[in-house]
């Protein structure tokens, strides 16, 4: 089964999370310590984040700069792999990015994925390096998701990249893509971001989780938006708790989501970061307790390696 089959029952909110690799060096226990955590909430599915290798500059002694390239979170694959097996009633989703790949470096990551037995993935672009303005694919590689999304559903039909390898056998995924409640950063405007969405859909995407929001009205209206627009899959929520006071002003800039004045106000009162980490868990409670109101299929909580948060809200709300 795979997690979109979930979706069609319609009576149940699940809950689902994000976690990151390991930074490298770290060990994997931390990252099971986070998943034993949320357990007891029977989460359908837990996401591992990709992180593309990055060019960082080292000042040797001599006062010249070493060009150097570094994955600080190496391990995506691997780590959905472990987690499947030892926690075989989770869907495990690792996403898979353009970023970093060649169309043949994708299509050989599918394949490992294929035979790891792993069935869902979520399918992103990837944001551009700290090094460069605007994203730069590989040569030869994938410039937005969708013709990531159409590569996947090619090998979903045995159609593989080269002429030689052509019905052969067809792999099996699931295949999840990011929505923006608040638009897409580099879209010129609302109308092209979902335009772009629908093509995702259109391609073969068969749900959507959404960027962070804190405000549930920019998730109803972005709904409704779609609906509109012809897009039917489900589009699933994604919510981050606040953790520290400096979240108000770090989550704009890099997520591109706003702060509504009033949880802007609860985290400006607070006097230290253990204030501000309990009133964004409050704050996620509400969130959590309204989208399911509404009737969401599942939450997906960033947990960005702590899961305490998650756990306090899931506590009152699951
Ligand atoms: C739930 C979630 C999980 C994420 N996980 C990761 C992760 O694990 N690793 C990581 O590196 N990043 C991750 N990201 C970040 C994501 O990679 C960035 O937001 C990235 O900038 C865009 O990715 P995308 O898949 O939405 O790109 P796309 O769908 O390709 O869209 C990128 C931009 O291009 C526009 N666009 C799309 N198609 C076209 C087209 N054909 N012509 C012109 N314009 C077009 C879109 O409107 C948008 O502005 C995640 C984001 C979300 C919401």
């Known amino acids: 089964m795979k997690v979109i089959e979930h979706f069609k029952n319609t009576n149940k909110t699940y809950f689902s999370f994000e976690l990151l690799p390991p930074l490298k060096g770290r060990n994997i226990d931390l990252l099971y310590r ?7 909430f029977e989460p359908l599915n837990i996401n591992i984040t ?8 080292k000042q040797l002694p001599s006062g010249l700069l070493e060009k150097k390239s570094v994955r600080k979170r190496p391990g995506t694959v691997a780590i959905a792999a472990a987690i499947k097996y030892k926690y075989p009633k989770v869907h495990v989703v690792p996403h898979l990015i353009c970023g970093g790949f060649s169309k043949d470096a994708t ?3 599918l394949i490992d994925l294929h035979f790891l037995g792993i069935k869902d993935l979520l399918v992103l672009r990837g944001d551009p390096l700290k090094s460069q303005r605007y994203f730069k694919p590989e040569p030869d590689g994938h410039a937005y998701a969708i013709d990531l999304v159409k590569q996947i559903t090619d090998m979903n039909r045995g159609k593989y990249l080269d002429e030689e390898t052509q019905n052969q056998t067809a792999t099996d995924f699931s295949i999840g893509v990011a929505g923006y409640p608040e638009k897409h950063i580099e879209a010129p ?3 092209a971001d979902l335009q772009s969405l629908k ?5 073969g995407a068969d749900y959507i989780v959404t960027q962070m929001f804190f405000d549930n009205c920019k998730y109803f209206a972005f709904v409704k938006q779609c609906r509109k627009a012809g897009i039917e899959v489900p589009i699933i929520p994604g919510i981050k708790p606040i953790n520290t006071k400096k979240d108000v002003k770090m989550i704009p800039k890099t997520f591109n989501c706003d702060i509504p004045e009033a949880l802007n106000k609860e985290i400006s009162k607070c006097k ?3 204030n ?8 996620g409670i509400q969130q959590s307790r309204e989208l399911m109101e509404f009737g969401v299929p599942a939450i997906h909580y960033f947990t960005i390696g702590i899961s305490d948060n998650v756990k306090r809200i899931a506590e009152k709300v699951f």
């Open 50 to 57: 990709y992180h593309q290798e990055e060019v960082v500059y």
């Open 276 to 283: 501000a980490f309990q009133a964004g868990i409050e704050w």
């Open 189 to 191: 405007n609302r109308e």
């Open 107 to 109: 299509e050989y990551a």
């Open 34 to 40: 986070s998943i034993d955590n949320l357990m007891e």
């Open 272 to 274: 230290d970061d253990k």
């Open 199 to 203: 093509e995702k859909v259109d391609a």
